[in-house]
């Protein structure tokens, strides 16, 4: 029982980074329509940058804040100069637009950075809490705390500013908002940087649990689909259930099966709902997108 | 007659090229015979993506699983079952064009991003698989695959394989470029334009993406033994998710509405790699070994965002600005 517990409280931790990442595919997909390939690379980008400055012996808050800010002018770059130059184009272009921009940063990464792992320190050092027989690691609680905070944050702010609703209306209507003179571009470039944002703040909580690497990205992003699918990729708060609902299946898999099987049931997963219920496991409505 | 010269006047230009690749890659330092190979079997795997997601206009991000089925089902068959390896390819390729039966039957339910998505995860568990079960190997794959042999004849070495698998290339070149232009193929370009106008039209949608996502899982069949044959040796890798992403660069940067696309996409991206690994060394950085993703990424959204035909489509769109020219498929 108190494995179960265990397998949990850890799944929950990597979930909510999943959420993070989900969250930042519906953002896009909402407002653009267009699947981000890129989300998971924006992860490792704040993830590796936060290591990076944390083994030069840069401060917390520092550290975080530039990491974040080289994360989200990625984000922007990515959209200036891959998306918004096609954006009358076909879906599949669109898509493998994306992938390009996802394996380029990998590839800038890699000659930059090289291969190797890095380490952050965690948030606050000490022994892990032990809460009866669960072992709660601090870093968890920064990571529970923070996603907690970037959600809420995003949630008011799409639905209490200006900004966030002209955004919600860009992804509703795009026509109808253009007439209320809300540029769909300046919206499309804004949710890039959110969801770099998301990502980035994901990575950043992520990275002293996890030694980044710059090959990370594929397998956050991978996730992050699964979340956002889950949760009918136009959900955000399904995203964010979504995401918790994989960290703790895959650390509950893991526990029981063979270690490979992890990213089998994850995988199979996001295959039968995509092909079973497309709306996503919470809607029950079926909407039929042309 | 003029029909029938114009019409073969491409294919003697390919086998021209395929000819000329052996005593220029000889003599080239930079190329090998061996580069050549690998070309030409991902050009086959190439080409099915481009009659699927090119001409049909369905994304494929899975296209790895089925060369690795091709490639696992030639490596179980003539180590295990002790087939030969010419029948290994064929009952992999039969077999092949099965699961993309059955997968194609289902996976179509969604479409655009869904199938992307769909289509990857799929790639994804069947790598996952191939990774766990015992008949594939484990996490350490199948050693010791025989090599390709025609009776006695043995093709060994990688002058003589780069013939055989220029031969497949030209086959199913042929094969493609005729279908694109039967009655099937312009209804997968109808289909691949609007979907409700090509049903509206009697295309029966369904079947004919069935149909060409099963064209395109045999040709990545066919690639993926030719490719065991010759290595002699399969694992987990074989099906990875970056080759799936190759597959699609090459097909995007040669072309995706033209059958040529996949050999230009092949020939370009593969040099490109090969330029990249001996180039970024040179460059005062810690760089390991993948590095060269980089250099497809980039390919890519400049070919996107300034050349949408690919490469092959933007060679075809200037000779077809000439003046009593037949336009090319």
Redesign the interface.
């Given at each position: 029982m108190s494995d179960n517990l265990q397998f949990i409280v850890t799944g929950l931790t990597t979930g909510s980074v999943y959420a993070l990442v989900g969250l930042g595919i519906v953002l896009v997909?909402q407002v653009t329509g267009?699947?981000n390939f890129a989300q998971g690379d924006f992860v490792m980008l704040g993830a590796l940058t936060f290591a990076l400055f944390s083994e030069k012996g840069l401060a917390l808050l520092p550290g975080v804040l530039v990491a974040l800010a080289i994360t989200v002018t990625v984000g922007a770059l990515v959209e200036r100069?891959?998306i918004a130059?096609?954006r009358s184009?076909?879906?599949?272009?669109l898509?493998?637009?994306t992938?390009?921009?996802?394996?380029?940063?990998?590839?800038?990464t890699?000659?930059?950075v090289?291969?190797?792992p890095h380490f952050a320190d965690p948030f606050s050092p000490g022994p892990p809490l032990r809460i009866g027989d669960v072992v709660v690691l601090r870093q968890y609680l920064w990571v529970f705390a923070v996603t907690a905070v970037a959600v809420l944050a995003l949630w008011l702010f799409l639905t209490r500013t200006l900004t966030g609703k002209a955004m919600r209306a860009a992804a509703t209507n795009p026509d109808a908002a253009r007439i209320v003179a809300i540029s769909p571009s300046r919206m499309s470039l804004l949710a890039f940087v959110l969801a770099a944002l998301l990502g980035g703040v994901g990575g950043v909580v992520l990275a002293p649990l996890q030694a980044p690497s710059a090959?990370i990205g594929?397998a956050l992003g991978?996730k992050g689909?699964?979340a956002a699918?889950l949760g009918g990729?136009d959900s955000p708060s399904g995203a964010v259930l979504g995401g918790l609902a994989i960290g703790v299946i895959e650390s509950v898999a893991a526990g029981y099966l063979?270690s490979?099987?992890k990213?089998?049931i994850a995988?199979?997963l996001?295959?039968a709902v995509?092909?079973l219920r497309?709306q996503g496991l919470l809607r029950r409505t079926s909407a039929v997108?042309v | 007659m003029r029909t029938t010269v114009s019409t073969l006047r491409p294919y003697a230009v390919l086998v021209a090229v395929l000819l000329l690749v052996p005593p220029v890659f000889t003599r080239v330092p930079f190329f090998t015979m061996a580069t050549a190979v690998q070309m030409g079997i991902l050009a086959i795997a190439t080409l099915g993506l481009v009659l699927l997601a090119g001409y049909a206009g369905q994304i494929s991000i899975g296209q790895a699983a089925f060369y690795g089925i091709g490639a696992y089902a030639s490596a179980i068959l003539t180590t295990q079952a002790g087939l030969s390896p010419l029948l290994g390819l064929a009952v992999g390729a039969l077999l092949c064009g099965l699961v993309g039966f059955v997968v194609g039957s289902f996976i179509f339910r969604v479409r655009g991003h869904y199938l992307a998505l769909a289509t990857l995860a799929f790639g994804l568990m069947m790598g996952n698989i191939a990774r766990q079960l015992e008949i594939t190997g484990g996490a350490s794959g199948i050693v010791d695959i025989p090599r390709l042999a025609v009776g006695t004849w043995v093709v060994d070495g990688d002058l003589r394989y780069y013939y055989l698998v220029a031969a497949v290339l030209v086959v199913a070149t042929v094969l493609g470029r005729n279908l694109v232009r039967s009655l099937f193929g312009r209804s997968l370009q109808a289909l691949g334009d609007s979907e409700i106008a090509a049903s509206s039209s009697g295309v029966d949608i369904a079947r004919h993406k069935r149909a060409v996502f099963v064209v395109a899982a045999v040709l990545a069949s066919v690639a993926g033994s030719l490719y065991a044959h010759w290595v002699t040796f399969v694992d987990y890798h074989t099906l990875d998710l970056l080759l799936s992403i190759q597959l699609l660069i090459m097909a995007t940067v040669g072309g995706l509405r033209t059958v040529w696309g996949a050999p230009v996409g092949a020939f370009l991206v593969i040099t490109l790699s090969q330029a990249a690994q001996e180039l970024l060394p040179r460059l005062p950085t810690n760089v390991g070994g993948e590095f060269e993703i980089a250099v497809y990424g980039l390919a890519l959204i400049v070919v996107l965002l300034f050349l949408p035909r690919g490469v092959a489509g933007g060679l075809m769109t200037l000779r077809r600005h000439r003046p009593s020219q037949e336009p090319g498929t």
């Open positions: 997909h267009i699947i100069l891959a130059p096609a184009a076909t879906v599949e272009r898509i493998i637009l992938i390009g921009a996802s394996i380029t940063i990998q590839g800038i890699l000659v930059v090289g291969t190797n090959g594929i991978l689909f699964t699918v990729l063979p490979g099987y990213d089998a995988f199979g996001l295959f995509l092909l497309p997108r | -």
